[in-house]
Nanobody, 121 residues
Framework: QVQLVESGGGLVQAGGSLRLSCVAS????????MDWYRQAPGKQRELVAT???????NYADSLKGRFTVSRDNAKNTAYLQMNSLKVEDTAVYYC???????????????WGQGTQVTVSS
C-alpha cells in the first residue's frame, strides 16, 4: 500500500514563508512526477507545481518566483517552498504522484490527504 503524507502547513502572516513536505511510503518501485495542487474554499483544485523524476519543474504562471518545488528521490519526498505568501494563497495543499509499485504493473496516481495553509492579513 502506497501513501502520500503532507506536512508543514499552518497559519502564517502575509509576506511570510512556509515549506511543505510530501513523503511517499510503501512498496514503491519508482516515483514519476510529483505535483502540488491546492484548493481554496469554493474553488476548483488547481495545479501549483510539478517536478519530474529527473528534476525538471513547471509552475502555475501566477506563482512563478514565489514558490519553489524540489524533491529528494532518496527520501521519496517532495517539497514546496512558499515565499512572500499572500492571503489568496490560503488553501488546502495536496501532493500527487505517479507511482509504480512493480515492473508488472503500470504507474498509478496517488494523492495525499492535504495540508491546510492559511495566510492572514
Amino acid at each position: 500500500q502506497v501513501q502520500l503524507v503532507e506536512s508543514g502547513g499552518g497559519l502564517v502572516q502575509a509576506g511570510g514563508s512556509l515549506r511543505l513536505s510530501c513523503v511517499a511510503s510503501g512498496s514503491i518501485l519508482r516515483i514519476n512526477a510529483m505535483d502540488w495542487y491546492r484548493q481554496a474554499p469554493g474553488k476548483q483544485r488547481e495545479l501549483v507545481a510539478t517536478i519530474a523524476s529527473g528534476g525538471s519543474t513547471n509552475y502555475a504562471d501566477s506563482l512563478k518566483g514565489r514558490f519553489t518545488v524540489s524533491r529528494d528521490n532518496a527520501k521519496n519526498t517532495a517539497y514546496l517552498q512558499m515565499n512572500s505568501l499572500k492571503v489568496e494563497d490560503t488553501a488546502v495543499y495536496y501532493c500527487h504522484a505517479g507511482i509504480r509499485t512493480s515492473w508488472a504493473s503500470p504507474s498509478y496516481s496517488y494523492w495525499g490527504q492535504g495540508t491546510q495553509v492559511t495566510v492572514s492579513s
